[in-house]
Nanobody, 126 residues
Framework: QVQLVESGGGKVQPGGSLRLSCAAS????????IGWFRQAPGKEREGVSC????????YYADSVKGRFTISRDNAKNTVYLQMNSLKPEDTAVYYC???????????????????WGQGTQVTVSS
């Protein structure tokens, strides 16, 4: 059974930082593209950042470029999203995902993946 479990969410003040983690079991992430998506209340889920299976290609939404960094540690079977200079508009539930086509779809502005985590809440507020 494949499981992706996110952690690291919480409440932070504007300008603060958080690091999200996504630990995988039942699947070896080094064979898959990975991604972070988010969904704010009343909005559709959107791609935040994705990485190809090789790690050689990355995608960032324009709204997070220069502030967020995606990374993976295949030895730990874990994916990370470092989020700096957080803004109130970053408030959302963040989901990690893994799939064969995740990076390609993400780069094309589509939201689809083979496996999804349950999500972790990030709230940016003073």
């Amino acid at each position: 059974q494949v499981q992706l479990v996110e952690s690291g969410g919480g409440k932070v003040q504007p300008g603060g930082s958080l690091r999200l983690s996504c630990a995988a079991s039942g699947v070896e992430l080094d064979f898959y593209a990975i991604g972070w998506f988010r969904q704010a209340p009343g909005k559709e889920r959107e791609g935040v950042s994705c990485m190809s299976s090789s790690g050689g290609s990355t995608y960032y939404a324009d709204s997070v470029k220069g502030r967020f960094t995606i990374s993976r540690d295949n030895a730990k079977n874990t994916v990370y999203l470092q989020m700096n200079s957080l803004k109130p508009e970053d408030t959302a539930v963040y989901y990690c995902a893994a799939g064969k086509l995740t990076y390609i779809l993400c780069d094309a502005g589509l939201v689809d993946s083979d496996y999804w985590g349950q999500g972790t809440q990030v709230t940016v507020s003073s």
